[in-house]
């Protein structure tokens, strides 16, 4: 241990030598802590032996030396790749749900497309590039390589936020990992390989349990990590065995997916929300295929990539905990997966866009509106309190869709909430703002324990009504959303209404009379090759 006594400098020392014994008392009172990696702590250093050179302290450096022994890989990536090579999903629950999710989030991109800050984005980075035998992006003309192709599709996918969703201690867009699963799949189609859409359906099952696995008990949010971590790890999982990669180099190719330097969540809150958190899963999809590509020619892992001692991930990036599981893995994600039917809204808001749809007929009923309205209170989960509660100007499009206060306004103001609610354009009336101010959220502690009950996993938010009158409207109290699983008889008719909506502004009715015929013919569609699919959505 340091000696905390203080040592005079010898006067025929350089002024830089003084300032680095300077350092080692300051080292010794804990201004830098006991764990910093920037300070090697041997037994003893007095000031003088910090100026032998080269060989201070060799005997006691050495014993403190390093093991190069490259231990088993972390049990959490072996788990993984199991799963990805050898479990059988016989679920036919997941198989049908998978469907329509498939089918779904299609339909986000190619609504997505219609939006030019998210089509500006798209194509190749080399105007004019087309790629032989490459990835085709649904809603355009692109072929490119699977590495940009990943990102093209995941970005249209994501930038509407009105994909799937899955909330548990973590959050996240399972369906986001569609945009890596698709880009290779539709790409080695091309090459000749016998992919078919049930492969896809597959992976997809996967994906979406390897992500919603590890989101279940693992809050990434609270050391400000974002969730695409687990889009790029469960992205890279599946593309793996996609490729042909064994089970020892999909743990390489997962570990370099841990390794890979993790997006923060600065982009999704506030004062900084922006147009990056509807592109980061693109981003991950890519560099997850990138990783796999490269582990296939030759690139090794990393075995403790998660537990090494310092250097890890648990110890750089999770406080130093290891992760958690509550059962697993098999089809449990996928089968309870959350769908964004009515809405483009953060899913925490979902329920209390839909009682705000209530109120405003009840308004109206009434035969008032927003202009009568006094104060409105919201009871919300701690979720929602902590990530989609804002207060204040919003910027953009991204501020929007992510603050309750707007998506509970905008509907009482306009009995709508669409994609174009967001837009600076319908921002911009006055009453907005004016109502945004008259709310207040509450977090509910019973939302709060419901929300992360594994029976349950409600998404609850409630609205009580002030007028100026002083009349109190009955309180309108929404605990599952319709894209719940609860709620799935009634939504799924309603989520195919979506899908027809979306595919109608970019084909002809007669496509798309063809589109919907064969993807509403289960049994034909999970047997279609995956480049028939693609070719279904790309433009001439």
């Not at 905390?4 to 008392?25: E, F, G």
């Not at 899955?166 to 699963?181: K, R």
């Not at 349990?209 to 469960?234: C, M, P, T, W, Y």
């Not at 104060?375 to 989960?381: K, V």
Request: glycine fraction near 6%.
């Amino acid at each position: 241990m340091l000696s905390t006594a203080k040592t005079a400098l010898p006067r025929s020392l350089p002024s830089r030598s003084k300032a680095a014994v300077s350092r080692i008392h300051t080292a010794s009172r804990g201004i830098l802590s006991r764990e910093s990696p920037l300070i090697h702590r041997p037994s003893f250093v007095s000031p003088a032996s910090a100026f032998r050179g080269p060989l201070l302290n060799t005997r006691s450096m050495s014993s403190h030396a390093e093991s190069a022994v490259r231990p088993e890989p972390d049990q959490v990536l072996q788990d993984i790749a199991d799963y990805v090579h050898t479990y059988k999903v016989d679920s036919e629950l997941a198989f049908e749900t998978a469907r329509l999710c498939l089918i779904d989030t299609i339909g986000c991109g190619l609504e997505g497309l219609r939006f030019e800050a998210c089509a500006r984005l798209l194509g190749p980075v080399v105007e004019g590039t087309v790629v032989p035998n490459g990835t085709k992006v649904p809603g355009t003309n692109y072929q490119l390589d699977p590495i940009r192709g990943a990102f093209n599709i995941g970005t249209q996918i994501r930038w509407l936020d009105f994909n799937d969703c899955f909330l548990a201690a973590e959050w996240g867009h399972p369906s986001d990992n569609l945009g890596a699963i698709l880009a290779v799949a539709d790409h080695l189609a091309r090459q000749g390989q016998p992919l078919t859409v049930r492969d896809i359906l597959e992976a997809m099952i996967k994906a979406h349990e390897i992500q919603g696995q590890l989101a279940l008990l693992n809050s990434f949010n609270r050391v400000g990590l974002d969730h695409v971590v687990l889009v790029k790890v469960a992205s890279t999982a599946v593309v793996s065995k996609l490729i042909g990669l064994d089970r020892a180099q999909t743990i390489d190719a997962i570990s370099q997916a841990w390794a890979d330097g993790q997006s923060l969540r600065t982009y999704r809150h506030a004062p900084n929300t922006g147009s990056r958190k509807s592109w980061a899963a693109g981003d991950a999809c890519s560099r997850a295929v990138n990783i796999a590509y490269l582990v296939k020619k030759g690139e090794k892992g990393m075995p403790s990539v998660l537990s090494a001692k310092t250097w890890g991930f648990y110890d750089v990036l999770f406080k130093g905990r290891p992760f958690e599981f509550q059962m697993p893995y098999g089809s449990y994600i996928m089968e309870n997966v959350l769908f964004k039917i009515s809405y483009p809204a953060e899913f925490h808001a979902q329920t209390a866009v839909e009682a705000a749809h209530i109120i405003y007929a009840k308004l109206k009923s009434l035969g008032k509106s927003s202009d009568d309205i006094k104060s409105i209170r919201i009871r919300t989960q701690e979720a929602a309190m902590r990530i989609i509660n804002k207060k204040g100007p919003l910027d953009n499009f991204a501020d929007r869709d992510h603050d309750i206060n707007y998506m509970v306004a905008y509907p009482l103001i306009f009995g709508e909430l669409t994609s174009e609610s967001y837009t600076d354009a319908s921002a911009a009336d006055p009453r907005i703002d004016a109502l945004r101010a008259k709310i207040t959220c509450v977090e509910e502690k019973a939302y709060s324990v419901d929300y992360h009950e594994p029976s349950k996993r409600s998404i609850s938010n409630a609205l009580t009504v002030e007028l100026n009158d002083g009349t109190v409207l009955d309180e309108i109290e929404v605990e599952y959303p319709v894209g719940h699983k609860r709620r799935r008889a009634e939504g799924t008719p309603l989520l195919l209404a979506k899908f027809e909506k979306h595919i109608a502004p970019h084909f002809d009715q007669a496509h798309q009379k063809k589109i919907l015929s064969i993807v509403n013919d289960s049994a034909a569609f999970s047997k279609l090759p995956v480049d028939q699919f693609t070719d279904l959505f790309v433009k001439a």
